[in-house]
C-alpha cells in the first residue's frame, strides 16, 4: 500500500481521524453499525478503518461481533411494549429477499401506523415466508399481544391471506384498500388512447367529497366503460368498498390512508442496501440489515398534522365502529335528550 509522504516530517504520516477512533470506542461502534446499515459488507468496513500504514483498526470478526448486537436489538423491537402508542391508522405490507444462501425468497412482514398525535411509528417487522393467512395472522397476534390498540383503519394490498387475516384479527377497523396498487392495475388494462379519460373518472371516484358522492361516481363510471373496457371496469368494481372506505376518515387524512406509499419509499431504501449482498447466508444475517435499514428509516419519518377537530372526529368514528366506548359528553346529551322528551 502507497503511504502518504510528509515532507520534513521525521514520523510517517497517521491520521488524527484513526487516532482518535483508536481511544473512542462508543464512537467506532456506532460508525461500524452505521456503514452496515448502509450496505457494507463486514470486509469492506474492515477495510475502511484500515489506515494510511496498513495497520487495521478493527478486525472482520470484531465488526461482525459489533454488528451483532444489531440482532439483539431487533430481538428487543419486536418484544417491545405497543400500549403506549395510540394507532389510529395502521398499514401493513410484505417485501420478498432472498434470507437464506439456498432457497427462494421469502417475505418480510411489516407493519407501520399513524398515532393519534401525528407521529409515524415502525411497529413490526417479521419473517413470514410467504403472505398467507396464517403468516399475517400471526403477524397481527405479535401486536396485539403486546397491547397495540385495536386500530382504527387498516390499509393494506389485495393479497387473499392479508385480507382474511385483517377480518379475523381486526373484524371492527375499517380495511382500506390501497390505491395505488389498483390504480397501476386499472391503468395496465386501458389502451393507451383512452387511459386518461377514464382514469380521470377514477380519480373522481377517489377525491370525491363524500362516501356517497364517491358511489355515484363509481356507478357513473361503470355505466359508461362497462361495455367498452370491462376488464378495466372489473378491476375497478373488485373489493370497491374497501377503495371507498378512505371516505369515512376525516378530509385531510384520507391522501394518508388510501396508500402504503410508505413502507414502499422504505422498501426502495432496504433494496439499495440488500442488493450488494444477492443472497444472504442466513434469516439472522438478513434481518440484522433489513432492521438497521428499516428502523433508520423511520427515524427520519415526518409527523401527521391532526386538528383537535379532526381527532374528535376520530374519537366518534371510532365509537360508531364499536372499537371504544362513547365519548361522555355524547352520552351525557343522549341522556339529557331522553329526560326532555320523556318531560
Not at 308 to 313: G, I, P, T
Request: with cysteine.
Amino acid at each position: 500500500m502507497a503511504v502518504p509522504q510528509v515532507r520534513g516530517a521525521a514520523e510517517p504520516f497517521r491520521s488524527s481521524l484513526m487516532g482518535f477512533l483508536d481511544g473512542n470506542s462508543e464512537v467506532l461502534e456506532s460508525l461500524v453499525n452505521e456503514m452496515y446499515a448502509r450496505g457494507l459488507s463486514t470486509r469492506d468496513v474492515e477495510d475502511a478503518f484500515r489506515d494510511a500504514t496498513g495497520e487495521l483498526l478493527i478486525s472482520k470478526s470484531a465488526v461482525s461481533e459489533i454488528t451483532d448486537r444489531l440482532w439483539e436489538d431487533y430481538q428487543a423491537f419486536i418484544s417491545r411494549d405497543l400500549s403506549g402508542i395510540e394507532v389510529e391508522y395502521l398499514f401493513v405490507d410484505a417485501v420478498f429477499e432472498s434470507l437464506r444462501r439456498h432457497g427462494a425468497k421469502e417475505a418480510l412482514l411489516v407493519g407501520w401506523g399513524i398515532a393519534s398525535d401525528g407521529a409515524k411509528h415502525l411497529l413490526h417487522l417479521a419473517v413470514g415466508n410467504k403472505e398467507s393467512e396464517a403468516c399475517w395472522t400471526d403477524f397481527f397476534r405479535s401486536m396485539l399481544s403486546r397491547g397495540l390498540r385495536m386500530p382504527t383503519t387498516i390499509t393494506s394490498d389485495g393479497a387473499p391471506g392479508l385480507v382474511k387475516a385483517i377480518g379475523v384479527c381486526f373484524p371492527a377497523s375499517i380495511r382500506i384498500r390501497c390505491w395505488f396498487h389498483r390504480l397501476a392495475n386499472i391503468r395496465a388494462k386501458l389502451p393507451e388512447e383512452a387511459a386518461s379519460e377514464v382514469m380521470a373518472h377514477v380519480y373522481a371516484v377517489r377525491d370525491a367529497p363524500t362516501r356517497d358522492a364517491a358511489r355515484v361516481a363509481a356507478d357513473r363510471l361503470a355505466n359508461t366503460f362497462g361495455q367498452q373496457f370491462p376488464a378495466a371496469v372489473t378491476c375497478f368494481a373488485d373489493d370497491l368498498d374497501a377503495l371507498l372506505a378512505i371516505h369515512q376518515v376525516p378530509v385531510r387524512h384520507r391522501i394518508r390512508v388510501r396508500t402504503t406509499n410508505l413502507a414502499e419509499r422504505s422498501f426502495v431504501e432496504e433494496r439499495r442496501r440488500t442488493k450488494v449482498v444477492g443472497r444472504f447466508s442466513d434469516e439472522k444475517s438478513a434481518m440484522k440489515l433489513v432492521f438497521a435499514t428499516m428502523i433508520r428509516a423511520a427515524d427520519r419519518w415526518c409527523r401527521v398534522s391532526i386538528s383537535d377537530l379532526e381527532r374528535h372526529q376520530l374519537t366518534l368514528l371510532r365509537a360508531d365502529l364499536g372499537l371504544d366506548p362513547p365519548p361522555a359528553d355524547t352520552t351525557n346529551r343522549r341522556t339529557n335528550r331522553r329526560k326532555r322528551v320523556a318531560a
